[in-house]
């Protein structure tokens, strides 16, 4: 496609509020307990972004799913972190997301992986033209300006994904429309990892 005919995204469109808030200075946060908890003594606010941290824990898969069958993902997203176990349990993986803005973008609950897209085309969603109406309506798959990055996990929720993102700047922040996005090159291993069947939870 010509650049005529294809949306052009400034970087300014995706960024939100989290990249809005670099400028401002960045107070370290830590959890409350990090023993027990993942919350952040101060919660992280689009006028208070933070920094790219968060509170890590290793967890155990038997807290969360029955069995392990095709695989899971756990997504915390207090902590903003996600967490992989291989079907066989030979494999566990730690990962930083960016997660939602607001808790009103916010969806928990249980699903799985639908589809698996290499480049996804993004596409906006009628609430996200409605909340940004400079959006252009489509992002080709492959484009630098993609805020699905390099590959996407779809989920059974419409519009819900875990993807990649060229904007390494929102990991660790609050900073998505709803979906969980991690390092594009991060997103390549659990890309492979993953299969069209995984459970996946979002606590």
């Known amino acids: 496609m010509s650049d005529e005919s294809t949306p052009k995204l400034g970087r300014r469109l995706f960024l939100g509020a989290a990249a809005a808030g670099l400028g401002a200075a960045a107070l370290p946060a830590r959890a409350a ?19 790219n941290i968060s509170s890590f824990r290793l967890l155990d898969w038997q807290d969360y799913f029955d069995n392990t069958k095709n695989g899971a993902i756990l997504v915390d997203i207090t902590s903003r972190a996600l967490h992989f176990w291989s079907e066989d349990q030979t494999i566990y993986k730690l990962y930083p997301t960016s997660v939602p803005l607001t808790e009103e973008l916010t969806r928990r609950g249980k699903t799985s992986v639908i589809q698996k897209v290499v480049n996804p085309r993004w596409v906006a969603t009628k609430g996200e033209l409605e909340r940004n109406p400079d959006w252009p309506p489509f992002v080709e798959g492959g484009s630098p300006e993609n805020p699905l990055g390099v590959r996407a996990l779809y989920l059974g929720w419409p519009a819900y994904r875990i993807h990649g993102t060229h904007d390494t700047r929102k990991i660790g922040r609050r900073s998505s429309n709803g979906c969980i996005g991690l390092y594009n090159e991060q997103i ?3 890309f492979n990892l993953a299969k069209v069947g995984t459970q996946v939870l979002l606590i």
Do not use: I, V, Y
């Open 33 to 51: 307990d990090f023993a027990n908890s993942t919350e952040f003594e101060t919660p992280t606010t689009e006028a208070n972004p933070r920094a």
């Open 188 to 190: 390549l291993e659990l």
